[in-house]
């Protein structure tokens, strides 16, 4: 196929504005699927075959952006397509950034105007203000109905411009998607840049230096259809002997081994950004989960696994997501398909320690928190990571998301109207504050109509601190956290009060049991920082009333049963022998 004659473009939408919708339409005027079969959401189903991962990659969600840019620039342009009813939201605002800042032509297309509560003149002013498009002649498109639909392609070979790449220059080939397959193993989505990639030819990996050789390798028509090779300006799939989706790194660049050639800019390798400890409820399960792990871990390149051990709940792995969103899915996935029962502790996102004599080192658990006499003498600071939020949000709920945002230690950098109903905010924020129920907490403030996304913002000086939490006097390492200062006490006391508070709870919360009964003694917990106690709570001892069996008369007797009981206390005591079950973990940090 010319160069000239290919477009390679991609959808950029909210989720449910209709990427897959219109691409279902586009296939079919395509003629690539027929129109009269029940191929109702080809695309969904084809992701939906493969893996959930893969799907909530589709759907853009902000844990993903990285590889969303790098499925943008495999293409020369994209389609943004707006509801015009909700109309625009912050997942096309920050897609549209990424694909501008990509130089990538952008159509903007306005879908679902067959909705009675479609208002396309509001929606286009939305368009022409915020992205400075030339709205004049927008398709006004139903992707269910069809109506307009013809009018996109026409646009995209007049306004994208076809790929430019040479036949005849060295093997240039980017990769930008990829998933397990059972049968094949990992499938890869590649762009040809530049040459000419055939069956049978061996590649290397810019940036891994691995070997590999072409098994089978074709176009996505849409299922897979071999053509035995891809040229310069295609986009395609190619099979080769990766046996995980860790060794397909999202943004590498392969070329034929005999000619090397400069990868392609913008490959950033797979950067977990929220780390937590899981570990079985069971701890004879163990072997059982670590299979499932790897076996999870297989066809997702992006979690990062270490094994971990802690003194509360035993074995167990720190794992690395993308974000919060991917690690429940992680968690779902591992509890749905491997039945697993799993405590995840509270995520932690990266800190960054820097040194006196310049060092730096990533800090992902609670546990390799400096100490306080490294503190005062190698370190120079501690930092944490930030991100740029972005929310819009009809105008009535805004003051109740900016107290939101606020107390998340949010700074606002932005404050726009998108219309006259609807606002646009910017903060930078630290994403230790988005990781922990953001997303939640804003979409009850606003009745679900505030959406938001966000984008790295590198790492700023923070003050943060180590909270433990300590029952009869012992740290518990499973509930530590690192927090800023600012937050300490009202976190403290909060988390005090929920593990004495088994009764405002529905279930019995946080049972610190001894055997199966309740305590023969009294339980102080307590949050500290060092060794400065914070919030203190107690759970008072539960004298059982061993001597109501005695009727009256024999004093010795009496006398004798409470002194064993004092004494179980002493012993208990000293021993500190407090036997929290893992369930007691489960509940207090799924709860929180
Ligand atoms: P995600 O994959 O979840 O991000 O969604 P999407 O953007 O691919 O949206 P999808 O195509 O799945 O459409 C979401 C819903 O909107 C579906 O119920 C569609 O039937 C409906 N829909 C899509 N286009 C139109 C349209 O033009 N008019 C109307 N009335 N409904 C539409």
Partial sequence: IPAENIRNFSIIAHVDHGKSTLADRLLELTGTINSHHSHS??????????????????????????????????????????????????????????????????????????????????????????????????ALISAKTGLNVDKILPNVIEKIPHPTGDVNESLKAFLFDSWYDTYVGVVCLMAIVNGKLQKGDKIVSAHSGN?????????????????????????????????????????????????PVDPLPGFEPAKPMVFAGIFPIDTNEFNKLDESIAKLTLNDASVSVQKETSTALGQGWRIGFLGTLHMDVFQQRLEEEYDANVIITQPTVPYKIIYRDGASKLIRNPSEFPESNEMTHKIIELQEPMVMVTVIAPEEYIGSIMDLCGSRRGEQLEYNYLDELRVIMRYSMPLAEIVTDFHDDLKSRSSGYASFDYEDMGYQPSDIVKMNVLINKKPVDALAAILHRSQVSSIGREWAKKLNNNKTKTKNYFYLKISSKRQLYEVVIQTAIGGKVVARETIPAMRKNVTAKCYGGDVTRKMKLLEKQKEGKKKMKMIGNIELPQKAFYDFLSKR
């Fill in 41 to 138: 959401q080809v695309l969904d189903k084809l992701t939906v075959e493969r893996e959930r991962g893969i799907t909530i990659k589709a759907q853009g969600h902000v844990d993903f952006n990285y590889e969303v840019s790098r499925s943008l620039a495999a293409c020369q342009g994209t389609i943004l397509l707006v509801d015009a009813a909700q109309g625009l939201q912050a997942q096309t605002v920050a897609n549209f950034w990424l694909a501008y800042n990509q130089e990538l032509s952008i159509i903007p297309v306005v879908n679902k105007v067959d909705l009675p509560a479609a208002d396309v003149e509001r929606v286009t002013k939305q368009i022409q203000s915020t992205f400075e498009l030339d709205t004049t002649n927008i």
């Fill in 211 to 259: 070997k590999y050789e072409v098994a089978d390798i074709g176009i996505m028509h849409p299922e897979q259809v071999p053509t035995g090779y891809l040229h310069a300006g295609q986009v395609g799939y190619v099979i080769c002997n990766m046996k995980a989706a860790a060794e397909a790194h999202i943004g590498d660049t392969f070329y034929h081994i005999k000619s």
